[in-house]
């Protein structure tokens, strides 16, 4: 299935609600001509990727002595890549290595050891 790529030059936005029922949560639409320019996350998937990313900032400063294998690290560098989001497989596998490696399982007590 091709479908045509929206390209809008118009800076304003607005989300739009979707139908009840629609996998997505909202949609992102120029304010000005009504193009579609992507899809917006469910909140609870926005706040799953936030603490996935502080995860990750957390092992890059914390587990530096750690020696992370080359499957690890390739591993780590593929979750940067996506932005912490994450498959279920994939975010398993990461809870796993985050677990090895200490990384606090609570997202208020990630940015607490930050911020010292």
Not at 70 to 93: I, N, Q, T, Y
């Amino acid at each position: 299935m091709h479908t045509q790529k929206t390209v809008c030059l118009h800076q304003n936005t607005k989300a739009v609600e979707m139908p009840q029922g629609s996998r997505h949560w909202k949609a992102l639409e120029c304010a000005r001509c009504g193009a579609h320019l992507r899809f917006l996350p469910w909140p609870e998937h926005a706040q799953q990727r936030k603490v996935n990313l502080r995860k990750l900032v957390w092992l890059f400063r914390n587990a530096t002595n750690a020696q992370f294998t080359l499957e690890e690290d390739m591993f780590l560098d593929e979750v940067m890549e996506s932005a912490g989001r994450l498959s279920p497989k994939h975010h398993e596998k990461f809870d796993t290595l985050c677990a090895k490696h200490g990384v606090p399982s609570n997202a208020s007590e990630l940015l607490e050891r930050s911020a010292r």
